[in-house]
Nanobody, 123 residues
Framework: QVQLLESGGGFVQAGDSLRLSCAFS????????MVWFRQAPGKEREFVAG????????YFTDSVKDRFTISRDNAENLLYLEMNRLEPEDTAVYYC????????????????WGQGTQVTVSS
């Protein structure tokens, strides 16, 4: 059974950086497109970034595309989200998920989800 475990969240100031990690186990990591979603208090879970199986294609929501980078290490079964110039609006629980197409932006397009890691950005 595929399992995903996020880490790296925390409390930071606006303008700071954080790197989130997602550890994959229970399957063949390189078979899965991987994505990051986030859910802010009182809001729906939204797509943040996606990366294809070999890391060739990446996708971002407009609000983060100039600040966030998604990457993966298929040898180590790890997914990353490098977040720079963080803003209070980035405050959310961040989830990694695995599926078939990294360009898909709907929750039900992804079969496997982690438990999430909290990111809080103070102004």
């Amino acid at each position: 059974q595929v399992q995903l475990l996020e880490s790296g969240g925390g409390f930071v100031q606006a303008g700071d950086s954080l790197r989130l990690s997602c550890a994959f186990s229970g399957g063949t990591f390189s078979n899965y497109a991987m994505v990051w979603f986030r859910q802010a208090p009182g809001k729906e879970r939204e797509f943040v970034a996606g990366i294809s199986q070999r890391g060739i294609h990446t996708y971002f929501t407009d609000s983060v595309k100039d600040r966030f980078t998604i990457s993966r290490d298929n040898a180590e079964n790890l997914l990353y989200l490098e977040m720079n110039r963080l803003e209070p609006e980035d405050t959310a629980v961040y989830y990694c998920a695995g599926g078939i197409l990294a360009s898909r932006r709907r929750i039900h397009d992804y079969d496997y989800w982690g438990q999430g890691t909290q990111v809080t950005v103070s102004s």
